[in-house]
């Protein structure tokens, strides 16, 4: 089961991973777009500031699901360091919990928001709803619960061994 559940994460945040570098490509995308229709060309396309923000609003939601995976969750490092392994492990657990909380409470208001920005429109995309861009945070949230209990599962804790 556990096997199972973490092939499933695997590809889960590989998916989201990859959303977030498309929403990355995107943005830097229509920046130099952007740039070149405004100061080259004297003709701004207000469409594309609000474009790049809804993508890179995507691209942290959808990107954090990763982070979460390679355990960059809040924790108190000197702490986990200098604990024997027992406590190492009810760390882990207080850790996720909080994180879960955390995503919890992302996911639920998120998806209210999400349903009351339904009627309202992106301001240059008059008809294209504020839904889809606040959208992100449940999503993302989602995405991120799979990466938190992966983690729980199989600890990577790769920003301890970077941290200088």
Same mark, same amino acid.
């Given at each position: ?91 882990? &657990? ?14 639920? &208001? ?21 839904? &889809? ?32």
């Amino acid at each position: 089961m556990k096997a199972l559940f973490l092939s499933l994460e695997r590809r889960t945040t590989g998916l989201a991973m990859a959303i977030a570098c498309a929403m990355l490509v995107v943005a830097s995308t229509l920046g130099m777009f952007q740039i070149i229709t405004r100061f080259v060309l004297e003709q701004p396309a207000e469409w594309s500031e609000i474009l790049i923000r809804f993508s890179l609003i995507w691209m942290v939601f959808m990107g954090i699901a990763a982070a979460f995976r390679q355990g960059a969750m809040v924790s108190v490092d000197v702490l986990y360091r200098w604990s024997p392994p027992r406590m190492k492990r009810v760390l882990d &657990w207080v850790v996720c919990g909080a994180a879960l909380l955390l995503v919890g409470i992302i996911v639920w &208001w998120g998806w209210a928001y999400a349903l009351r920005g339904q009627v309202q429109s992106m301001a240059g995309l008059e008809h294209v709803s504020m839904f &889809w861009a606040y959208l992100a945070m449940p999503v993302g949230g989602v995405f991120s619960v799979l990466g938190i209990v992966g983690n729980l599962l199989d600890p990577q804790r790769q920003e301890l061994e970077t941290a200088q």
